[in-house]
């Protein structure tokens, strides 16, 4: 059975969406990363990246949630475009777009607007206009068709929706007035008992909520270097 390494954060909760929405049985194992458990060595064995979501698959390791969505989906063959270069590419795109922009920007815009120790007018300028630009991008897309690769749900779906329910932490109160393409495409994903499976699974074990100077420690690592 699917062994997931879990956390209750954007990344892991495409893969807890996925793994609902397909029924594939999986052993869900909390990686607890405000107290650190990412950097365990059998943690890293599994993601030598130190971060969630991850999974082991009987002898197979994958990390990355865009990585494993496309593994899992082309394992099950569920939430796949047709099979043509034309949706290939345009999946392979958009997942990539998520991957290395809407994440990355979404992780440093909340970062610099609600963790770092100083306010960093630079820094929370530049990510926050990223963040947005990229989000407009996605929001543009939705206005123009049903879901990321058209008329059907898909994995593209999934991982932006992972972000999605974060974009007020990300953007502030204004994100879903101006991104009303993207928070109907979330609406439409949270009714499905799926997603609200996905989201209760946090409820099955006790993550630490405080980002105090351990936590800091753990997810910042960096930090330890201002140190003198
Ligand atoms: N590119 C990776 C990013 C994974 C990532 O940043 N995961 C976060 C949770 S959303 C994490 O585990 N953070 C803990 C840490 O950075 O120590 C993916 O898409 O899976």
Redesign the pocket.
């Known amino acids: 059975m699917i062994k997931f390494y879990f956390?209750p954060?954007?990344?892991?909760l495409k893969i807890a969406l996925y793994l609902e929405e397909t029924g594939e049985p999986y052993e869900l194992i909390p990686v607890d990363?405000r107290k650190g458990e990412?950097h365990a060595d059998t943690f890293k064995a599994i993601n030598p990246n130190?971060?969630?979501?991850a999974m082991q698959d009987g002898d197979i390791r994958v990390f990355?949630?865009?990585a494993m969505l496309i593994y899992l989906a082309e394992k099950t063959g569920k939430f796949l475009p047709a099979n043509t270069p034309q949706n290939k590419a345009e999946m392979y795109s958009w997942l990539m777009f998520v991957?290395t922009g809407i994440?990355p920007y979404c992780?440093q815009a909340v970062h610099f607007k609600h963790f770092a120790p100083q306010p960093q007018e630079y820094a929370v300028n530049r990510y926050d206009f990223e963040a947005w630009r990229h989000w407009h991008i996605i929001d543009d897309v939705l206005a123009a068709q049903p879901y990321m690769m058209g008329n059907d749900y898909s994995i593209v779906d999934m991982s932006v929706w992972g972000w999605a329910r974060v974009a007020p932490f990300v953007l502030g109160a204004q994100a879903w007035e101006k991104l009303p393409h993207v928070k109907r495409l979330l609406d439409q994903i949270n009714a499905r008992p799926a997603a609200q499976r996905a989201e209760a699974l946090k409820t099955q074990f006790t993550f630490k909520t405080e980002v105090d100077a351990e936590a800091r420690k753990?997810?910042f690592p960096s930090n330890e270097r201002l140190k003198v």
Do not use: E, Y
């Open positions: 956390h954060s954007p990344n892991p990363t990412q130190a971060k969630t979501p990355d949630s865009n991957a994440g992780g753990m997810l």
